[in-house]
C-alpha cells in the first residue's frame, strides 16, 4: 500500500484533499471558539464531494471536535439546559433520516436560512431590550428542537439554529462552548448508525480520511480556544452573531 492510497484514501485530486485539511481546521477551531465557522465548510465539502456524501464526511470531524471541545470546557457545561430540547431534537433526527433521500436540497437550504435569519432578527430585539431568556418558551424550544435536529440529520447544518437558543440563555462564552459540546455530541454521536447502515455515507475509506487529518483538528481546537482567551465576554456574543448571520446566508447559495 503506497502513502497516497494511506493518506487520500477517496482518491481525490490533491486540490480537494488540501481544501478538506482546511475544513478540518475550520471544524477545530469553530468547536472549541469560534461557534459557527464550521457552517463555512458544508457548502465546501458539499461541492468537493457531494451533498449526502459530504455529510457522512463531516460528522466524525464534528464528533471529534465536540470531544475536544468537552475535553476543554466540560466542567462549564450545564447540561439541565439543553435537557427540554433533546427529546424534539432526537425526532427531527429520525424523521430527517426518512425523508432525506426525497427532500429538494435548495427548498431545505431556503427554508432553514429563512428560520435562521427569523430567530436571529428575535433574539438580537431581545439582547437589545434585555428581555427575559425567550428559551424558556416550551413551544419555542420543541419547535426549534424538532427543526435543528431535522436540519442537523440532512446536512450538519443545524449549529446556527443550535447556537441562536444557547446565546439566548446569556451564558459566559466558557459556559456556551461546554453547554453547546455537550449538547452536539449527544446528537452527532446519534446520528453515526444512520449514517453507516441507512445511508452508507460512512465507509471505511471516509473513517480512513478522517483519522488521518484528526491531528489538524485538534491542532484548530487548541487554536480555536486560544482565540477565545482573548475576546472579551460582550464582543464574543457579538461575534458569534455575526459568524451566524454569514453563515446562515451561505445557505442560500
Not at 461546554?178 to 452527532?188: D, K
Request: net charge positive; with cysteine.
Amino acid at each position: 500500500m503506497s502513502i497516497e492510497t494511506i493518506i487520500n484514501p477517496l482518491n481525490t485530486d490533491w486540490t480537494t484533499w488540501g481544501l478538506t485539511v482546511l475544513c478540518a481546521f475550520c471544524v477545530g477551531i469553530s468547536k472549541s471558539g469560534l461557534k459557527g465557522m464550521s457552517m463555512f465548510v458544508i457548502p465546501l465539502l458539499a461541492h468537493l464531494y457531494g451533498g449526502k456524501a459530504s455529510s457522512g464526511l463531516l460528522l466524525p470531524f464534528l464528533l471529534m471536535g465536540d470531544l475536544m471541545a468537552l475535553r476543554f470546557f466540560y466542567k462549564k457545561g450545564k447540561i439541565k439546559l439543553i435537557l427540554q430540547l433533546i427529546p424534539w431534537a432526537l425526532i427531527g433526527i429520525l424523521v430527517a433520516v426518512f425523508v432525506g433521500k426525497h427532500i429538494s436540497d435548495t427548498q431545505f437550504k431556503h427554508t432553514m436560512g429563512v428560520a435562521i435569519l427569523t430567530c436571529l432578527g428575535l433574539l438580537l430585539f431581545n439582547e437589545l431590550k434585555g428581555k427575559k431568556d425567550i428559551s424558556s418558551s416550551k413551544v419555542f424550544s420543541g419547535s426549534l428542537g424538532l427543526m435543528g435536529g431535522f436540519a442537523t440529520m440532512i446536512g450538519n447544518a443545524a449549529g446556527p439554529i443550535f447556537n441562536l437558543y444557547l446565546l439566548s440563555m446569556r451564558l459566559p462564552k466558557e459556559a456556551y462552548i461546554g453547554t453547546g459540546a455537550w449538547f452536539y455530541m449527544i446528537l452527532n454521536s446519534s446520528k453515526i448508525p444512520f449514517h453507516i447502515f441507512s445511508w452508507q455515507t460512512i465507509t471505511w475509506k471516509s473513517i480512513q480520511l478522517n483519522l488521518i487529518l484528526f491531528p489538524v483538528l485538534i491542532l484548530g481546537s487548541f487554536i480555536g480556544k486560544k482565540i477565545v482567551g482573548y475576546i472579551p465576554e460582550k464582543p464574543y456574543r457579538y461575534l458569534i452573531y455575526s459568524i451566524i448571520l454569514i453563515s446562515a446566508t451561505l445557505l442560500f447559495f
